[in-house]
């Protein structure tokens, strides 16, 4: 073989060595990482250019990849987006889902890690024009506004049959402020959020609410895709991560940082 030969075979072998300790050494670095997505929605998300920054899911999402012995690294995502992420795989969990009947057969679900307050909505004038709804049924008879892509069988409501033109609840309380619909529904903690976080958050002062007693309290929880190579194991992980957190008193002192104001007779009429 002649010098020139012997040169080319060399580099070619450091090349290619160099190309595979820098593979391994991403593959390394990406099973460190638990990455998930999450829309802003505080006091549960709050987003800073588009990397995760505070908020009780956030910071709860950080505890459990410390636990997992893993890196959190949570992106913000249109709710809609973070779904298809994560059921294609590109991403590991979607944080803050609902139960929901139709996504269990996507998703593999966590146990949950907060229970919520429902909450109805409604303008206060013209008198008469919304009576207090006692049932589902009742409430279902009026026009309501949700947001798209989310979920109301908490509430027993057919989301197909409500205004889903919002793509944020500051949005769905100016759809209900400007007549769009008679009713609103959202859990008291994502109102609160709104107010304290949105500087232009509209004026509530025609509004007024209460807790429906039919409703189901919704509760958070983290979605992994069912296609995930890991995906059962990474919920039995998961779980038991939170299940620790709740434990040790670390989710407990998580809430009272966040939610030490939430009365859930706020803004009852």
Not at 63 to 72: F, I, Q
Not at 104 to 111: E, G, P
Not at 248 to 263: H, I, K, M, P, T
Request: charged share 20%.
């Amino acid at each position: 073989m002649g010098t020139n030969m012997k040169m080319l075979w060399c580099r070619s072998l450091v090349v290619t060595f160099l190309a595979l300790f820098l593979n391994g050494a991403s593959q390394s670095q990406t099973l460190t990482e638990l990455t998930g997505c999450a829309s802003q929605t505080p006091p549960f998300v709050l987003m800073k250019a588009g990397v995760g920054s505070t908020g009780y899911s956030v910071d709860y999402f950080r505890g459990v990849a410390k636990s997992l012995g893993r890196t959190a690294v949570i992106r913000e995502l249109p709710w809609a987006r973070c779904l298809r992420d994560v059921a294609a795989g590109s991403v590991d969990i979607a944080v803050d889902a609902y139960e929901d009947a139709e996504r269990r057969t996507k998703f593999l679900y966590s146990v949950p890690y907060y229970t919520l307050t429902p909450q109805v909505f409604f303008r206060s004038k013209p008198v008469g024009k919304f009576q207090l709804a006692k049932s589902a049924a009742e409430l279902a008879a009026h026009s309501g506004c949700g947001i798209h892509e989310y979920t109301y069988e908490h509430y027993g409501l057919d989301a197909k049959r409500l205004d889903r033109g919002a793509k944020s609840d500051k949005q769905m309380i100016k759809m209900l402020l400007a007549g769009r619909c008679d009713y609103a529904v959202e859990e008291l903690e994502y109102i609160i959020g709104g107010r304290k976080s949105a500087k232009d958050w509209p004026d509530e002062s025609l509004l007024q609410s209460f807790r429906p007693d039919w409703a189901k309290a919704p509760q958070l929880h983290y979605l992994i895709g069912r296609t995930h190579p890991d995906g059962q194991k990474l919920q039995s992980a998961i779980n038991l991560a939170i299940e620790g957190m709740e434990k040790s008193g670390e989710a407990n002192v998580l809430r009272a940082a966040y939610f030490s104001d939430v009365n859930p007779n706020q803004n009852m009429p």
